[in-house]
């Protein structure tokens, strides 16, 4: 029935109603969107944007929901926010947790899961933090405790591991060591992309030269070598 309306109107009532049949399968597609892919759509925006600028109106139509149905999965736009920062610490906490760790020495999971933390958090607009603490000081707190907790223990457990192995220096402060990590890390992220002494230059490309930095840093002779004959040949066949 569908189809002998559009040859019945001619061509232009055909593009017309083939552009609004697409129209309504998206809006099918995302009405049937659980959660989970809510919250991947939002924290795109959040990301881009900012979390103050980004309204539920906004959200709504980029979803291609109404508001109304958007409510009846988050109560208000704090909760929303809540469980967008809630399921980005879990995607990284479980990839932190790949089993391929297992056989991997500390310079090597070092690399993979610096490459996991600029995936999830790099390219993130400076206004994001700033309106989660002016804005949500709550769920701001939410996010330096698992900061300060979960990922500083697990570059102080890297750089314990380091040790052991005889790859990274005895007498490094560990805690002092994992601490100044994170904090590049934190300023990795905060890199304006307008910056024009850095317009040219990709996120990988810092990631890269801040891991080096790192590596030279900690590492001990044995360190350096297998740095120098295995993770550089790894960065040369990256993008």
Same mark, same amino acid.
């Given at each position: ?6 040859? =019945?109107? !001619? ?9 609004k ?5 998206? +809006? ?19 990301v881009?944007y900012?979390i ?6 906004? /959200?709504?139509?980029?979803? !291609? /929901? ?6 009846? =999965? =988050?109560?208000?736009?704090?909760e ?18 790949d089993?391929? =760790? ?13 490459? +996991?933390?600029?995936e ?27 900061k ?10 890297? #750089?314990?591991? !380091? +040790? ?12 002092i ?7 590049r ?5 905060s ?25 030279? !840093? +900690? ?12 993770? #550089? ?7």
């Open positions: 029935m569908f189809f002998a309306k559009v040859v =019945f109107f !001619g061509k232009t009532q055909e593009t017309f109603f083939v552009k049949f697409f129209a309504f399968k998206k +809006i099918i597609y995302f009405c049937r969107m659980d959660e989970k892919q809510i919250l991947k759509e939002v924290r795109t925006l959040f881009k900012g103050k600028s980004v309204s539920m109106d906004d /959200i709504a139509g980029h979803l !291609g /929901i109404s508001k109304k149905t958007l409510y009846n =999965f =988050f109560s208000d736009k704090r929303l926010v809540y469980s967008v920062i809630k399921s980005h610490m879990e995607e990284i906490k479980t990839s932190f947790f089993s391929k =760790f297992e056989n991997y020495n500390a310079i090597d999971v070092l690399l993979e899961t610096s490459n +996991i933390i600029i999830k958090m790099g390219n993130v607009n400076p206004a994001l933090s700033y309106d989660l603490k002016k804005y949500y000081p709550d769920v701001f707190k939410l996010l330096m405790e698992y300060n907790h979960y990922i500083l223990t697990s570059i102080e457990k890297n #750089l314990k591991q !380091g +040790i052991a192995e005889n790859l990274y220096r005895k007498e490094i402060n560990v805690k060591i994992a601490y100044f990590y994170l904090h890390i934190d300023q990795l992220t890199i304006c992309a307008e910056d024009v002494k850095i317009e040219n230059i990709n996120t990988k490309d810092v990631l890269r030269e801040m891991f080096t930095y790192h590596i030279r !840093g +900690i590492a001990n002779e044995n360190g350096i070598k297998y740095f120098e004959k295995e993770t #550089l040949k790894k960065f040369k066949t990256k993008n």
